[in-house]
């Protein structure tokens, strides 16, 4: 496929799930990337994460151990999400937005640009874009 920035990027099937990985992506063992979802280039998923289906991950995204990220989740780039965080199904996090380990991102939740989801299992609110979590 060829990206927005002209260049051409590849894609493999991941064995758990199927799912879309790009070559430069590092999906661990035990982690499974639902069919209808894409991981892009440079992002990195932890052991035992699961992302389920329609799922964008953009480049550069880190994702901890154990994550949960529901359907349709869109992931900006440089995102960060710890450890057995959970992000709700339609939810839209802008690049750079750090979720804390063991924090929950509420269902159709908009998270701004490099703003942060504390992990004190406090969800972030349904929002608009541009709203702190």
Do not use: K
Request: hydrophobic share 40%; glycine share 18%.
């Amino acid at each position: 496929m060829e990206g927005v920035d002209g260049e051409v990027r590849v894609y493999r099937r991941h064995p758990n799930g199927g799912g879309l990985v790009e070559v430069t992506a590092t999906v661990a063992d035990g982690a499974a990337v639902h069919e209808s979802a894409y991981v892009e280039s440079g992002s990195v998923l932890g052991a035992g994460t699961h992302v389920g289906p329609g799922c964008w991950i953009e480049s550069g995204v880190t994702i901890g151990a154990d994550v949960l990220v529901g359907q349709n989740v869109h992931l900006g780039s440089g995102s960060r999400i710890g450890a057995g965080a959970r992000i709700g199904a339609n939810a839209r996090l802008g690049a750079g937005v750090v979720v804390a380990a063991g924090a929950r991102v509420a269902l159709d939740a908009r998270v701004a640009d490099r703003h942060v989801v504390l992990g004190d299992r406090r969800r972030a609110p349904r929002s608009d874009f541009g709203t702190a979590a």
